[in-house]
């Protein structure tokens, strides 16, 4: 199956915790991203890498961390957690960074308490 | 600075009738829009997105056309369905700039 997979779908841990969240796509694409969906549904870009090299880094706190290994596989880290991490992030591929379409994963939640 | 508007919470509807909902954008490079719909517990997944050539693009019976003058992208479907029900995101992207960037969202509901 060609597809973008995340692993945890879940993830519950408490303030000031790391957590560790994985990404692989087996659709081919150079370009994988995380984007952060909130509570509200506001889905903003984090990070974008392109054949490994990242290439978008948007405001985002320094406690995280994409990591990439090659071009199928991207990782967000989060050193210690605060309460406002709480969404869903979803990890996404494209072909390339023009006006290619995106494929989503079907995200993990992390819930701080 | 760059930025995506659209029809803002929720848009009810009774089955049969038209949908239409807004988008305008607002940036500095000639960008490529797209509607992602997101049913509920799933990932958001490509609806639409919008041609160079002026073609009209066409997905399950919705439509959208970019109209560069008025900056907008809006999406319509002639007789809207319970399947429908979901929530809808207007993005764009610029060439190679590598990101995706987000309306709020919109959150379609259709009853019988």
């Known amino acids: 199956e060609t597809a973008v997979f995340q692993t945890p779908n879940y993830h519950v841990t408490q303030v000031g915790n790391e957590v560790s969240f994985n990404c692989k796509q087996t659709?081919?694409?150079?370009?994988m991203y995380w984007y952060k969906q909130d509570s509200k549904k506001l889905l903003k870009i984090m990070f974008s890498?392109?054949?490994?090299?990242?290439?978008v880094n948007e405001t985002v706190p320094r406690r995280f961390s994409p990591q990439s290994s090659d071009k199928a596989h991207l990782n967000l880290r989060i050193k210690s957690v605060e309460p406002e991490d709480s969404a869903v992030y979803l990890c996404?591929?494209?072909?390339?960074?023009?006006?290619?379409?995106?494929?989503f994963g079907p995200g993990t939640r992390l819930t701080v308490l | 600075g760059d930025s995506v508007t659209q029809t803002e919470g929720l848009v009810t509807l009774t089955e049969g009738l038209p949908v239409m909902l807004n988008c305008t954008y607002q940036?500095?490079?000639?960008?490529?829009l797209f509607w992602y719909v997101q049913h509920l517990n799933e990932a958001p997944k490509l609806l639409l997105k919008?041609?160079?050539?002026?073609k009209r693009p066409e997905h399950q019976g919705f439509h959208a056309t970019l109209h560069k003058s008025s900056s907008s992208f809006h999406l319509q479907k002639s007789s809207a369905q319970l399947s429908d029900s979901a929530l809808y995101y207007c993005?764009?992207?610029?060439?190679?700039?590598?990101?995706?960037?987000f309306g709020h969202g919109t959150i379609l509901r259709v009853h019988p």
């Open positions: 996404a591929s494209s072909l390339g960074t023009g006006g290619y379409e995106q494929y």
């Open positions: 659709l081919g694409h150079d370009t």
């Open positions: 890498y392109n054949n490994k090299q990242l290439i």
């Open positions: 940036s500095t490079y000639s960008p490529f």
């Open positions: 919008s041609f160079t050539d002026n």
């Open positions: 993005a764009f992207t610029g060439a190679n700039t590598g990101k995706l960037t």
